[in-house]
Nanobody
Framework: QVQLVESGGGLAQAGGSLRLSCAAS????????MGWFRQGPGKERELVAS?????YYADSVKGRFTISRENAKNTVYLQMNSLQPDDTAVYYC???????????????WGQGTQVTVSS
């Protein structure tokens, strides 16, 4: 059974940092493209970052967020710096067979972790 478990969310002040982790099990992690998505209040779910080998960042997070992966630990990370209130959302990690900006191209999803940024 495939499981993706996010952690590291919480409350941060504007300008602060958080590091999200997503631990995967039940799949050959190194074979999968990994992405981080988010869904803010009243907003559509959007891709924040994907990759590790090839990376994509949403324009709104370029220069502030960094995605990385550690295959030996079956874990993907999202380092979030210079956080802004607009970054408030539930953040999800997802695994897919190839890198894509479309959420329906990702097969497996975590349960999500809440990130709240106060001004």
């Amino acid at each position: 059974q495939v499981q993706l478990v996010e952690s590291g969310g919480g409350l941060a002040q504007a300008g602060g940092s958080l590091r999200l982790s997503c631990a995967a099990s039940g799949l050959t992690f190194r074979s999968y493209a990994m992405g981080w998505f988010r869904q803010g209040p009243g907003k559509e779910r959007e891709l924040v970052a994907s990759g590790g080998y090839r990376t994509y960042y949403a324009d709104s997070v370029k220069g502030r967020f960094t995605i990385s992966r550690e295959n030996a630990k079956n874990t993907v990370y999202l380092q979030m710096n210079s956080l802004q209130p607009d970054d408030t959302a539930v953040y999800y990690c997802a695994a897919g067979n190839y890198y894509s900006q479309a959420d329906n191209d990702y097969t497996y999803w975590g349960q999500g972790t809440q990130v709240t940024v106060s001004s």
